[in-house]
């Protein structure tokens, strides 16, 4: 078991199989001998510099530098789910030459939903192809691809080894945003916890105000060992007061990234996020170059 650590191994998938169109609708969209990158996030600036500084470092793979011969428009949602279509909206009208996506799934899903034309390049946790934003994992097809880790995947394994942190739990609670539309983490969180014979609840917040309120509910749950969803309000703008919380109720918590750790939490368990943004960078930049179709599917080790 890694307390603090989080690995770059598994469930990791570099999406290739952009829509052939791509490098001429990339080259299209450049107002002028500078591309101009979307970028679109549902998390917030100030709690992202460390994937901020994969992204550039993997543009700069690419061959592209920020101010230099590539810029970008940013867009960030702060947790607010709801303000992602608007923001989409506005990087579609500012003619951008690639969105990229970042902070969960559904940044991308309101990218797709505001163009079909606009070469997407996404990342995040959820199943791209239930969300409808791929055909497929080995061809992907219209105009979005991507670096995903399927978090739900370990969701399970992150439940078994809290338990091993904390034998003698006898309840677990799955701290999750109703706001967030990915149903499948719970269902596995639910499943494990069942079959090593412990209670299970859920714990829902959507705003910093639900969270006060959902963990002052915790003692008369007699709570053991609370496990927090990906989520990307969490990971953002709730990170902080999640970790505080969790200390304040003396409650063994496990999270996704290793952000929380970082911050003053006790353990995580998921993929390298920088890296994932550094691998979905260096895509980006293929395609303003005017990468040709490509069709793999890999796991980064």
């Known amino acids: 078991m890694v307390l603090g650590h989080m690995q770059r191994r598994q469930f990791i998938a570099l999406l290739g199989g952009a829509a052939a169109a791509w490098p001429r609708a990339a080259r299209a969209q450049q107002s002028g001998p500078m591309p101009v990158i979307g970028f679109l996030s549902a998390g917030s600036p100030h709690l992202y510099t460390g994937r901020l500084a994969a992204f550039r470092q993997g543009l700069s793979e690419a061959g592209f530098v920020e101010g230099q011969n590539v810029a970008i428009e940013y867009r960030w949602a702060e947790g607010r789910f709801d303000l992602l279509p608007v923001l989409a909206a506005s990087l579609v009208q500012r003619n951008v030459a690639v969105i990229f996506t970042t902070g969960s799934t559904l940044p991308a899903v309101a990218a797709k939903a505001a163009t079909a034309t606009t070469p997407i390049v996404f990342t995040g946790g959820e199943d791209p192809v239930r969300l409808g934003l791929v055909d497929s994992l080995n061809r992907p097809g219209g105009n979005a691809t991507g670096v995903v880790n399927i978090s739900a995947t370990l969701d ?80 953002s703008a709730a990170r902080d007061q999640i970790v505080a919380l969790a200390a304040q109720y003396a409650i063994p918590a496990s999270y996704s990234f290793r952000e929380f750790v970082l911050a003053g939490g006790l353990m995580s368990y998921g993929a390298d996020i920088n890296e994932q943004q550094r691998q979905a960078a260096i895509y980006v930049g293929k395609i303003l170059k005017g990468a040709p179709r490509r069709v793999t599917c890999r796991l980064c080790r």
Do not use: C
């Not at 034998?167 to 269902?187: G, Q």
């Not at 079959?195 to 309120?213: C, F, I, M, N």
């Not at 963990?215 to 969490?234: G, H, I, K, N, Y």
């Open 156 to 235: 399970g394994k992150r439940v078994e080894l809290l338990r091993e942190l904390v034998p003698n739990a006898t309840t677990l609670i799955f701290l999750v945003n109703p706001n967030n539309p990915n149903t499948e983490s719970a269902a596995n969180v639910k499943e494990t916890a069942r079959a090593l014979g412990q209670e299970y609840h859920t714990l829902s917040a959507g705003s910093e105000r639900d969270l006060r309120t959902a963990f002052a509910t915790l003692p008369q749950r007699q709570t053991s060992m609370l496990l927090v969803q990906s989520d990307a309000f969490f990971t």
